[in-house]
């Protein structure tokens, strides 16, 4: 969601600070901020939209200091608004802020009493307010950030900086993330280790309840008891290829571009060397687990959706899946024989992490599938499953849905291995049926001109239904939610036998209809339903293999895609389904990577 980053540095901090703001536009954001302090003085700058905005007020109205703060936000109280832009400043102090103070109308009320006022409309605005009263009191820098802190609920990242104090920096995390990068003369905090990728590789993660006192010496952090805490330095290897497009038009491009490579790369991870048995941890044993949950929001929670069929499929394990949001709120019944699986890009979805909370200690094992290995999910879980897909920047996931489903297929294999459904010949097997799944994935890649065209037809409407059978039924509603998050026409995916149980009633001559049907089992079911759309002149896009099409007959536009084992069809279609609402959002001249209204990471309920 919103992105920190703050300097105490050796050099002009303003110019750094917008640079590693650059890194986080991808998180999803709506106006921007820098705060510094420049020989005692503290001062801001904000813009609503882009950061070319910030960059051409800071060319106008110069931000000079060494030591800084800096935020994009992502609106959640109060509209997006210069006046309602981060950082908020109250008095002396200024403050920057990711997560929700759930507690600020209270607070709000009880400084309006006081005799302190608001300017804005935010709840970080009152954490800033706050630590001007208590400073006001005669508390320090640093006593009066902490008074503050044991006032607030919620979740919040926080940075705090202070007039006439050009050496000190306060942090605070609780709920959302927050790290401490550690340079020579130089520290820096920062939401994301990538914004402070090109500043340092010494990144040490607060823990939740962490509080942290920065100078340009080094950082004391307490835990939330006020307790000194030695949390370890981590090296972190990101270099600028990671967050560049690398020839092609756009990140999203780039992350489609780069399935095969990534899936390739996490089967050698996740295989012996020879690649005919599984590498994962010991700890991940389902011999006597006997139920399984599968937690996660958005594309995870499609992700998850697919692989419900292949847990119940290849080991025998009944399986269910849950909207993380959702989840602890129905007080789900759970046991020592149950084991949950938390699957999130970043680690640090709100919902996901607040519900592996939930039931982490009454439950056998908890697993979190993520892409980022020191994320909180990660930590936090009995078992860390790495995606390895490498940063996403674009605010849609392609690449790391695709390598979320590999995950959790190889999950599946080794369940159906400890549970004595799959003996080592048949696991090997299908791990040789895997190694051609990057291939394959280039195939589909291949189609891209054809798909491309087809997305044009799509690009004039209002309105658009994905439907699929079996596995191809969540890969539906992904390939829906893709056009929705993109081209912001409005899609719905349904399992296709669903269709006559209400969606035909929206089937006319303008309604296209993208039929997922791989040549499988389900496929002669599927066409069975797609002609009861072309019997009413729906607009039918196919999307099956050559003996697919020529088995369904004619059908006004269609995609030839390679022929695949029924195992791997979900990765392999999630191709022409992410290019599709790639070249749907080109055609409409929407932002491709950064849609309206969107994060990358939701870090708040």
């Not at 949950?293 to 929670?301: F, K, Y």
Request: hydrophobic content about 45%; proline content about 5%.
């Amino acid at each position: 969601m919103c992105g920190i980053v703050g300097i105490l540095g050796r050099h002009q901090v303003a110019p750094i600070i917008l640079d590693a703001l650059r890194r986080l536009e991808y998180r999803g954001y709506d106006s921007a901020g820098i705060a510094t302090v420049n020989e005692g003085r503290l001062d801001r700058r904000r813009a609503l939209g882009k950061l070319v905005n910030l960059s051409d007020h800071l060319v106008h109205e110069p931000l000079p200091g060494k030591a800084g703060i800096g935020h994009t936000r992502w609106a959640t109280h109060g509209a997006p608004t210069v006046v309602n832009a981060h950082p908020h400043r109250a008095g002396r102090v200024a403050v920057v802020h990711n997560g929700i103070i759930e507690n600020f109308r209270a607070l709000r009320a009880e400084l309006a009493a006081a005799g302190l006022a608001h300017e804005s409309d935010t709840d970080t605005e009152t954490v800033a307010v706050l630590t001007r009263h208590h400073l006001d009191q005669g508390l320090g820098p640093a006593e009066a950030a902490f008074a503050t802190l044991a006032r607030l609920e919620g979740a919040f990242a926080l940075a705090f900086l202070f007039d006439g104090e050009d050496d000190l920096m306060v942090g605070a995390r609780q709920g959302s993330p927050l790290a401490v990068g550690h340079g020579t003369g130089e520290m820096y905090l920062g939401s994301d280790a990538l914004a402070l990728a090109p500043l340092t590789d010494r990144i040490t993660y607060l823990e939740e309840g962490d509080r942290v006192v920065i100078t340009r010496d080094g950082a004391l952090i307490t835990d939330a008891q006020g307790r000194r805490a030695n949390r370890p330095v981590t090296t972190v290897r990101l270099d600028q290829a990671t967050v560049d497009k690398a020839g092609h038009r756009h990140f999203m491009a780039k992350e489609i571009a780069e399935q095969p490579a990534v899936l390739g790369a996490a089967l050698g991870f996740h295989c012996s060397p020879d690649k005919t048995a599984l590498a994962l941890p010991e700890d991940l044993d389902f011999t006597n687990t006997d139920r399984l949950t599968l937690v996660a929001c958005g594309t995870g929670h499609y992700a998850a959706q697919v692989a419900k069929y292949w847990f119940e499929s290849l080991a025998g394990l009944p399986c269910e899946t849950d909207i993380a949001s959702e989840y602890r709120y129905r007080h789900p019944v759970v046991g020592a024989a149950n084991m949950a699986v938390f699957i999130s890009q970043s680690g640090e979805t709100a919902d996901t992490l607040a519900a592996l909370r939930h039931v982490r200690a009454r439950i056998g094992c908890s697993v979190g599938v993520v892409n980022v290995p020191s994320s909180s999910i990660a930590r936090e879980s009995d078992v860390a499953l790495p995606v390895l897909a490498g940063p996403e920047i674009s605010v849609a996931s392609t690449k790391a849905f695709t390598a979320q489903l590999l995950v959790l297929l190889l999950m599946a294999l080794k369940a159906g291995q400890d549970r004595g459904h799959l003996d080592g010949a048949q696991v090997a097997a299908h791990l040789r049926a895997l190694q051609t799944l990057p291939g394959l994935m280039r195939a589909a890649l291949d189609r891209e001109p054809a798909i491309a065209d087809l997305a044009q037809g799509l690009a004039g409407v209002n309105h658009a239904l994905f439907l699929g059978r079996g596995p191809m039924f969540p890969l539906a509603a992904e390939a829906a939610l893709k056009l929705k998050e993109l081209s912001y026409i409005h899609a719905e995916g349904y399992a296709s036998g669903e269709l006559k149980h209400g969606p035909i009633a929206l089937i006319d001559e303008t309604m296209p209809v993208v039929v997922l049907a791989p040549r499988d089992g389900l496929f002669a079911k599927t066409v069975s339903n797609m002609q009861e759309v072309l019997a009413r002149q729906g607009r039918v896009v196919l999307i099956s293999d050559r003996a697919g099409l020529a088995e369904a007959g004619p059908v006004p536009d269609s995609l030839v895609m390679p022929e695949v084992p029924d195992l791997l069809a979900p990765f392999v279609y999630a191709v022409p389904a992410q290019l599709l609402a790639y070249h749907a959002a080109l055609a409409r001249g929407t932002d491709v990577d950064q849609p309206r209204n969107l994060a990358k990471s939701v870090t708040v309920e």
